[in-house]
């Protein structure tokens, strides 16, 4: 079993900047990838970025250039830094992984998310 624990969610003024951290625990074999999403009331679930092992990025068209994922290996913790901030951004942010067990399968986790709040 792995856990996820996100923190940094906060309110925000548009044009801030906020920080969120993900730390994974847990038994894993390899990490495939690390990612956060995010939901706004009414809304689907949304890619916001994802990392794969090797260090590619992916983002979603919206926070592209604004938003960075990255990742510290050591500690097992997966950063977004998100600046110029706008309301829109206003969403529950989940962060993801997908670990390879010691059975050889791929499975996927979420944290329990953490609110961030655009306004002024």
């Known amino acids: 079993q792995v856990q996820l624990v996100e923190s940094g969610g906060d309110l925000v003024q548009p044009g801030g900047s906020l920080k969120l951290s993900c730390v994974a625990s847990g038994r894993w074999n390899r990490i495939m990838s690390v990612g956060w999403f995010r939901q706004a009331p009414g809304t689907q679930r949304e890619m916001v970025a994802v990392?794969?092992?090797?260090?590619?990025?992916a983002y979603g068209d919206s926070v592209k250039a604004r938003f960075t994922i990255s990742r510290d290996y050591a500690s097992n913790t997966h950063y977004l830094q998100m600046n110029s901030l706008k309301p829109e951004d206003t969403a529950v942010y989940y962060c993801?992984?997908?670990?390879?067990?010691?059975?050889?399968?791929?499975?996927?986790?979420w944290g329990k998310g953490t609110l961030v709040t655009v306004s002024s």
């Open positions: 990392m794969a092992s090797g260090g590619g990025t």
């Open positions: 993801q992984i997908v670990v390879r067990t010691f059975q050889r399968q791929d499975m996927e986790y």
